[in-house]
DNA sequence: GTCTATAGCGCGATAGAC
DNA sequence: GTCTATCGCGCTATAGAC
């Protein structure tokens, strides 16, 4: 339909504002200032507010159920899968600097489908944990607290959007690897 | 003076509101509820919404800023500078758990001391890579990128308020150790 | 130190003209 | 598809009684 990029460019809009000052801090006449645009006019492409802050949420999540979907399926070490999820979050991140503030700091303000985020974060998680856990006995990782571990790594890469755009010319799979390195190997000599 | 624990209770009151929905979306009549009293009443200890913030925000910085003053200038390796950092981390967000909840994520709705906290921040990153780059150069570490390490080690230590109090029964020696041990050798075989 | 009442403003959203 | 005008409500903060 006609008004389907003109709704994707509220939703940009909206993400950029998001990521400065959070969900709640950003006003519909707001984003229609951003845009040259009075807020009413808004409401000819979307619903209401929160419809927008779905979107930018809901999308994002199921990006990365798929992707870790894909990556828990093959049939390769720890370490590699491991690696290939610091790839999936650089990758999206870059393609989506600005949603990733809201995934990571707004979806508690979701209203219809907070049950269904939930549903997909935790499911993420559970994979994450089981493929660090399979390394575990395998004996491909250090015998430690798969906690931490899980908890370490999955901070480090809900950050990237805070980090990444720091980077100018950056070479992404040079910085997944790096970033890859210090994660599984450390930092000590 | 007499209104100071009154003060007190109701910032804690409020950083625990402030960190399940954001400071934008929690109003003085949610933080005078939780009180059992009225949202005027609340202006007989504080002068307005954002003071509370800042009180919040503030102070944490400033025991950040502290704390790391203390470990740079120690006489140690820079293995066991970051150690120190780790348990600083986990000691003040063992003690804060809802402040930094704030201090993360409502940092940009300070107004009158967004400057001073912006300062406090920068400092603080600036005495922890230099720490890194001393470890580097000295080689106790490893020769890679030092912003992607200080990256990592800062996003973990600052997601901690979030993993933290879902553990039960925590040992803070023994969880800041198998920590420091996660970030410092990572979690490779 | 807490209350009731309310000022003054901005919010999300709608109606209807063009 | 955007506009002006506006509804109904909730916001922070103040005034003044008790």
């Known amino acids: 339909m006609k008004t389907e990029t003109r709704k994707q460019q509220i939703i940009q809009t909206s993400a950029i504002l998001f990521k400065e000052r ?75 600097q600005f949603g990733m503030a809201s995934l990571n700091n707004d979806w508690m303000h979701l209203e219809g489908k907070l049950d269904y985020y939930l549903t997909l974060r935790k499911n993420y998680e559970t994979v994450f944990r089981q493929i660090i856990d399979m390394g575990i006995s395998r004996n491909e990782l250090v015998k430690g607290n798969s906690e931490v571990m ?25 910085f997944s690897s790096e970033l890859s390195s210090v994660l599984i190997n450390g930092i000590n000599k």
């Open 22 to 96: 959070g969900y709640s801090a950003v006003t519909m006449r707001d984003i229609a200032k951003a845009m040259g645009i009075k807020a009413a006019s808004l409401y000819n492409h979307i619903a209401s507010k929160q419809e927008i802050l779905s979107d930018i949420i809901i999308s994002l999540a199921e990006e990365f159920t798929e992707g870790i979907q894909c990556i828990v399926n093959l049939d390769e070490s720890s370490i590699f899968k491991i690696k290939q999820i610091v790839h999936l979050h650089v990758q999206i991140t870059l393609n989506n």
């Open 150 to 174: 899980l908890f370490s790594l999955l901070s480090t890469l809900r950050s990237l959007y805070i980090w990444l755009p720091k980077k100018e010319e950056l070479d992404v799979d040079e």
